[in-house]
Protein backbone atom coordinates (compact mmCIF):
# COMPACT_ATOMS: atom_id res chain seq x y z
CA UNK A 1 0.00 0.00 0.00
CA UNK A 2 1.25 3.46 -1.19
CA UNK A 3 2.09 6.05 2.05
CA UNK A 4 0.02 8.35 0.26
CA UNK A 5 -3.20 6.40 0.20
CA UNK A 6 -2.44 5.15 3.64
CA UNK A 7 -2.36 8.56 4.61
CA UNK A 8 -6.06 9.08 2.79
CA UNK A 9 -7.44 6.32 4.81
CA UNK A 10 -6.17 7.30 7.86
CA UNK A 11 -8.10 10.58 7.00
CA UNK A 12 -11.46 9.45 6.03
CA UNK A 13 -11.07 7.07 9.10
CA UNK A 14 -10.27 9.93 11.30
CA UNK A 15 -13.30 12.08 9.58
CA UNK A 16 -16.24 9.44 9.90
CA UNK A 17 -15.47 8.68 13.70
CA UNK A 18 -15.75 13.07 14.26
CA UNK A 19 -19.05 12.82 12.12
CA UNK A 20 -19.96 9.58 14.27
CA UNK A 21 -19.20 12.21 17.35
CA UNK A 22 -21.11 14.42 15.45
CA UNK A 23 -24.34 12.20 15.27
CA UNK A 24 -24.10 11.05 18.74
CA UNK A 25 -24.34 14.34 19.76
CA UNK A 26 -26.92 15.62 17.81
CA UNK A 27 -28.87 12.34 19.31
CA UNK A 28 -28.57 13.86 22.35
CA UNK A 29 -30.26 17.29 21.35
CA UNK A 30 -33.07 14.45 20.11
CA UNK A 31 -33.31 13.46 23.28
CA UNK A 32 -33.41 16.85 24.57
CA UNK A 33 -36.23 17.74 22.69
CA UNK A 34 -38.24 14.69 23.19
CA UNK A 35 -38.44 15.57 27.01
CA UNK A 36 -39.10 19.24 26.50
CA UNK A 37 -42.19 18.18 24.17
CA UNK A 38 -43.32 15.24 27.05
CA UNK A 39 -43.35 18.37 29.61
CA UNK A 40 -45.45 20.34 27.41
CA UNK A 41 -43.39 22.38 25.20
CA UNK A 42 -45.42 23.23 21.82
CA UNK A 43 -43.77 20.49 19.30
CA UNK A 44 -43.40 22.94 16.56
CA UNK A 45 -41.13 25.13 18.16
CA UNK A 46 -39.46 23.01 20.16
CA UNK A 47 -38.67 21.18 16.42
CA UNK A 48 -37.09 24.09 15.23
CA UNK A 49 -34.71 25.00 18.38
CA UNK A 50 -34.23 20.87 18.13
CA UNK A 51 -33.05 21.87 14.31
CA UNK A 52 -30.50 24.47 15.32
CA UNK A 53 -29.31 22.39 18.68
CA UNK A 54 -28.80 19.23 16.74
CA UNK A 55 -26.81 20.93 13.87
CA UNK A 56 -24.95 23.09 16.47
CA UNK A 57 -24.06 20.41 18.63
CA UNK A 58 -22.92 18.27 15.38
CA UNK A 59 -20.91 21.19 14.03
CA UNK A 60 -18.87 21.46 17.15
CA UNK A 61 -18.17 17.82 17.77
CA UNK A 62 -16.88 17.21 14.45
CA UNK A 63 -14.68 20.70 14.78
CA UNK A 64 -13.23 18.57 17.79
CA UNK A 65 -10.88 20.13 20.55
CA UNK A 66 -12.23 22.18 23.40
CA UNK A 67 -15.19 22.96 21.12
CA UNK A 68 -16.05 19.35 20.99
CA UNK A 69 -15.46 18.76 24.79
CA UNK A 70 -17.64 21.69 25.58
CA UNK A 71 -20.84 20.08 24.04
CA UNK A 72 -22.04 17.48 27.03
CA UNK A 73 -20.96 20.29 29.54
CA UNK A 74 -23.40 22.86 27.13
CA UNK A 75 -26.22 20.38 27.08
CA UNK A 76 -26.06 19.19 30.53
CA UNK A 77 -26.53 22.80 31.79
CA UNK A 78 -28.75 23.65 29.49
CA UNK A 79 -31.10 20.55 30.42
CA UNK A 80 -30.60 21.85 33.81
CA UNK A 81 -31.89 25.23 33.13
CA UNK A 82 -33.88 24.62 30.47
CA UNK A 83 -36.19 22.33 33.15
CA UNK A 84 -36.51 25.35 36.33
CA UNK A 85 -38.97 26.75 34.03
CA UNK A 86 -40.69 24.23 33.27
CA UNK A 87 -40.76 22.43 36.70
CA UNK A 88 -42.59 26.26 37.74
CA UNK A 89 -44.87 25.75 35.14
CA UNK A 90 -45.80 22.06 36.68
CA UNK A 91 -46.40 23.49 40.23
CA UNK A 92 -48.59 24.96 39.28
CA UNK A 93 -47.36 28.81 38.18
CA UNK A 94 -49.05 30.70 35.40
CA UNK A 95 -46.67 31.57 32.71
CA UNK A 96 -48.63 34.39 30.72
CA UNK A 97 -49.33 37.82 31.75
CA UNK A 98 -47.66 39.73 34.73
CA UNK A 99 -47.29 36.18 36.83
CA UNK A 100 -44.77 35.09 33.97
CA UNK A 101 -42.68 38.38 34.44
CA UNK A 102 -42.61 37.80 37.91
CA UNK A 103 -42.15 34.08 38.35
CA UNK A 104 -40.75 32.65 35.07
CA UNK A 105 -38.28 35.42 33.55
CA UNK A 106 -36.49 35.96 37.51
CA UNK A 107 -36.07 31.63 37.13
CA UNK A 108 -34.64 31.94 33.33
CA UNK A 109 -32.10 34.77 34.54
CA UNK A 110 -31.09 32.72 37.95
CA UNK A 111 -30.73 29.35 35.45
CA UNK A 112 -28.77 31.22 33.51
CA UNK A 113 -26.79 32.58 35.94
CA UNK A 114 -26.33 28.98 37.48
CA UNK A 115 -24.98 27.71 33.63
CA UNK A 116 -22.67 30.91 33.06
CA UNK A 117 -20.95 30.25 36.67
CA UNK A 118 -20.65 26.23 36.05
CA UNK A 119 -19.07 26.58 32.65
CA UNK A 120 -16.84 29.13 33.43
CA UNK A 121 -15.80 27.14 36.26
CA UNK A 122 -15.27 24.28 34.12
CA UNK A 123 -13.42 26.38 31.27
CA UNK A 124 -10.77 27.88 33.56
CA UNK A 125 -10.22 24.52 34.01
CA UNK A 126 -9.32 23.65 30.61
CA UNK A 127 -5.33 23.56 29.66
CA UNK A 128 -5.76 24.80 25.96
CA UNK A 129 -8.76 26.53 24.51
CA UNK A 130 -10.70 28.11 27.90
CA UNK A 131 -11.98 31.15 25.85
CA UNK A 132 -13.37 28.72 22.95
CA UNK A 133 -14.42 25.80 25.29
CA UNK A 134 -16.79 28.73 27.41
CA UNK A 135 -18.25 30.27 24.18
CA UNK A 136 -19.09 27.11 22.75
CA UNK A 137 -20.20 25.38 25.74
CA UNK A 138 -22.39 28.80 26.53
CA UNK A 139 -24.12 28.57 23.06
CA UNK A 140 -25.19 25.31 23.83
CA UNK A 141 -26.32 26.06 27.05
CA UNK A 142 -28.21 28.68 25.56
CA UNK A 143 -30.06 26.93 23.01
CA UNK A 144 -30.73 24.02 25.16
CA UNK A 145 -32.13 26.12 27.61
CA UNK A 146 -34.47 28.09 25.66
CA UNK A 147 -36.40 25.00 25.29
CA UNK A 148 -37.54 26.04 29.00
CA UNK A 149 -37.06 29.51 28.19
CA UNK A 150 -39.34 30.38 25.83
CA UNK A 151 -42.26 30.23 28.32
CA UNK A 152 -41.29 33.79 29.12
CA UNK A 153 -41.21 34.74 25.64
CA UNK A 154 -37.94 36.88 24.54
CA UNK A 155 -37.54 38.16 27.92
CA UNK A 156 -37.11 34.45 29.25
CA UNK A 157 -34.31 33.63 26.52
CA UNK A 158 -32.83 36.96 27.25
CA UNK A 159 -32.89 36.58 30.81
CA UNK A 160 -31.02 33.64 30.02
CA UNK A 161 -28.77 34.97 28.09
CA UNK A 162 -27.96 38.05 30.38
CA UNK A 163 -28.00 36.10 33.45
CA UNK A 164 -25.12 33.58 32.10
CA UNK A 165 -22.87 36.29 30.81
CA UNK A 166 -23.41 37.74 34.13
CA UNK A 167 -22.57 35.48 36.36
CA UNK A 168 -20.32 33.43 34.18
CA UNK A 169 -17.58 36.51 32.84
CA UNK A 170 -16.59 37.25 36.58
CA UNK A 171 -15.63 33.98 37.79
CA UNK A 172 -14.07 32.99 34.74
CA UNK A 173 -11.51 35.67 35.01
CA UNK A 174 -11.15 35.16 38.90
CA UNK A 175 -10.72 31.46 38.08
CA UNK A 176 -7.96 32.48 35.25
CA UNK A 177 -6.50 35.14 37.68
CA UNK A 178 -6.32 32.33 40.63
CA UNK A 179 -3.94 29.53 38.23
Avoid: D, N
Avoid at 90 to 102: I, K, N
Avoid at 111 to 135: P, T
Avoid at 141 to 160: I, N, P, Q
Amino acid sequence: MEPIELRHRARRAYELGRARLGAKAAGAALLIAAAAVALGRPPELTALLCAALAALVAALAFRGGASARAVTAGLAAGSGAMLLPLVLMTAGCSMFGPASMRFCVPACVVAGGVVGAALALLAAREEHGAREFLLAGIAVAAVTASFGCTLGGAAGVVGMALGTVAAGAPVWLAARAHR
